[in-house]
C-alpha cells in the first residue's frame, strides 16, 4: 500500500476592521475527509471573540464564523494534513450516464453563476463531444484549456465568468477552473470548483497563495486536474468545494474592513515513517474524496 503525504501548512490573514462590528466567514481550515486526515491543527485571532464551526456534509468543507470589532484582526490557523490519494491507469476511468449519477452529483451538470456551461455548449460539442467518453475526454478539456488561456495576475476580476475568460484568453486559476468546469458540463460530464494551495507553483508568480482547481466526476469518484498548469495536484489540500468560486470563498466579509497582509505556506514532512514524500507530478488519474 502507498504510503501517505505528510503536508503542513500555514495561513496568516490580516484586517482592519473600521466599523464594527463586522462579520467574517472564513474557509480556511482542512476538510476532513476518508482520504485526507487533519493530524494536529492550531487556530488563533488577535481578538478575543467566539469562534464558530460548521461542517458542509456534501463537501466536507469547514466554515468558521466570528464576529470582530474596530481595530486589527489578524486570523491564524496551521495544520498537518496526510493525504492517501486514489491512484487509476487513466485508461481505466470513464464517465457515468447521467442516468446512473447518484444525486449527490446531479447539482454540477448545471450552470452556475460563473460557469456558464449553457452558453458554451455549442462550441463544447463540436470541439470535445465525439471524443471518447471518460478521463481522457476531460484531460483533453484540460489541456485545452491550458493551451488557449494565458496565465497574467491581475488580468481578472471577481466577476469574470467563463464566457469572459473564453473571449478573453486570459486569467488566473479560479478562470482557468471555471472555464474547464463550464466546458465539461457542458458536455455531461459533472465538474466542481476546488481549493487548496498551489504546492509546487513556480516562486516567480509570486508567493505562496491559495489555489483552485478542478474536480470531475468519473468511475465514481472526484478525480483532480489542473487547467493552469501551475501547481502539483498531488500536494493540493482540500479545503472546500462548490458549484464555483461562489461557494467556495476563502474570506467572506460583512461589514466596513480593509484587507490587509496574507501570508501562506506549505511543504511536505516526515510521514509516520519518518520519511519526506514530496509531492510530484504524475499522469496517473488521481483523486483526494470519496464525497
Same mark, same amino acid.
Given at each position: 500500500?502507498?504510503?501517505?503525504?505528510?503536508?503542513?501548512?500555514?495561513?496568516?490573514?490580516?484586517?482592519?476592521?473600521?466599523?464594527?462590528?463586522? =462579520? +467574517?466567514? /472564513?474557509?480556511?481550515?482542512?476538510?476532513?475527509?476518508?482520504?485526507?486526515?487533519?493530524?494536529?491543527?492550531?487556530?488563533?485571532?488577535?481578538?478575543?471573540?467566539?469562534? !464558530?464551526? /460548521?461542517?458542509?456534509?456534501?463537501?466536507?468543507?469547514?466554515?468558521?464564523?466570528?464576529?470582530?470589532?474596530? &481595530?486589527?484582526?489578524?486570523?491564524?490557523?496551521? *495544520?498537518?494534513? !496526510?493525504?492517501?490519494?486514489?491512484?487509476?491507469?487513466?485508461?481505466?476511468?470513464?464517465?457515468?450516464? @447521467?442516468?446512473?449519477?447518484?444525486?449527490?452529483?446531479?447539482?454540477?451538470?448545471?450552470?452556475?453563476?460563473?460557469?456558464? #456551461? =449553457?452558453?458554451?455548449?455549442?462550441?463544447?460539442?463540436?470541439? +470535445? &463531444? #465525439?471524443?471518447?467518453?471518460?478521463? *481522457?475526454?476531460?484531460?483533453?478539456?484540460?489541456?485545452?484549456? !491550458?493551451?488557449?488561456?494565458? +496565465? $497574467? #495576475?491581475?488580468?481578472?476580476?471577481?466577476?469574470?465568468?467563463? @464566457?469572459?475568460? +473564453?473571449?478573453?484568453?486570459?486569467?488566473?486559476?479560479?478562470?482557468?477552473?471555471?472555464?474547464?468546469?463550464?466546458?465539461?458540463?457542458? @458536455?455531461? %460530464?459533472?465538474?466542481?470548483?476546488?481549493?487548496?494551495? =498551489?504546492?509546487? $507553483?513556480?516562486?516567480?508568480? &509570486?508567493?505562496?497563495?491559495?489555489? $483552485?482547481?478542478?474536480?470531475?466526476?468519473?468511475?465514481?469518484?472526484?478525480?483532480?486536474?489542473?487547467? #493552469? &498548469?501551475?501547481?502539483?495536484?498531488?500536494? /493540493?489540500?482540500?479545503?472546500?468545494?462548490?458549484?464555483?468560486?461562489?461557494?467556495?470563498?476563502?474570506?467572506? %466579509? /460583512?461589514?466596513?474592513?480593509?484587507?490587509?497582509?496574507?501570508?501562506?505556506?506549505?511543504?511536505?514532512? $516526515?510521514?509516520?515513517?519518518?520519511?519526506?514524500?514530496?509531492?510530484?507530478?504524475?499522469?496517473? *488519474? %488521481?483523486?483526494?474524496?470519496? %464525497?
Amino acid at each position: 500500500m502507498q504510503q501517505p503525504l505528510a503536508l503542513r501548512y500555514e495561513v496568516e490573514l490580516s484586517y482592519e476592521v473600521r466599523n464594527g462590528p463586522a =462579520d +467574517f466567514i /472564513f474557509n480556511v481550515q482542512a476538510a476532513r475527509t476518508p482520504r485526507q486526515w487533519v493530524g494536529w491543527e492550531s487556530l488563533a485571532t488577535t481578538q478575543f471573540v467566539p469562534l !464558530q464551526e /460548521f461542517v458542509d456534509p456534501p463537501s466536507a468543507a469547514r466554515f468558521l464564523r466570528l464576529q470582530a470589532y474596530p &481595530g486589527e484582526l489578524v486570523l491564524r490557523y496551521a *495544520a498537518k494534513v !496526510q493525504l492517501q490519494h486514489h491512484r487509476q491507469h487513466p485508461a481505466d476511468v470513464q464517465e457515468i450516464r @447521467v442516468a446512473d449519477l447518484p444525486g449527490t452529483v446531479l447539482p454540477f451538470l448545471y450552470p452556475s453563476r460563473y460557469c456558464e #456551461s =449553457d452558453k458554451l455548449n455549442a462550441f463544447a460539442m463540436a470541439q +470535445f &463531444g #465525439s471524443l471518447w467518453q471518460g478521463h *481522457a475526454r476531460v484531460q483533453a478539456i484540460c489541456d485545452w484549456v !491550458q493551451r488557449h488561456v494565458a +496565465f $497574467a #495576475s491581475g488580468s481578472s476580476s471577481g466577476t469574470t465568468s467563463a @464566457v469572459d475568460t +473564453f473571449q478573453e484568453r486570459r486569467g488566473v486559476c479560479r478562470d482557468f477552473a471555471h472555464l474547464m468546469i463550464a466546458l465539461c458540463r457542458a @458536455v455531461n %460530464i459533472p465538474a466542481r470548483f476546488t481549493t487548496g494551495l =498551489d504546492y509546487g $507553483a513556480d516562486p516567480a508568480l &509570486g508567493p505562496t497563495d491559495f489555489h $483552485a482547481y478542478v474536480e470531475a466526476y468519473l468511475g465514481g469518484r472526484w478525480y483532480m486536474f489542473d487547467p #493552469s &498548469g501551475t501547481a502539483i495536484p498531488m500536494g /493540493f489540500v482540500r479545503l472546500a468545494s462548490g458549484r464555483d468560486a461562489a461557494d467556495t470563498a476563502y474570506a467572506s %466579509i /460583512f461589514g466596513d474592513v480593509v484587507p490587509g497582509r496574507r501570508m501562506l505556506a506549505i511543504h511536505a514532512e $516526515a510521514g509516520p515513517d519518518g520519511v519526506v514524500r514530496e509531492p510530484y507530478r504524475t499522469t496517473d *488519474a %488521481i483523486s483526494s474524496s470519496d %464525497i
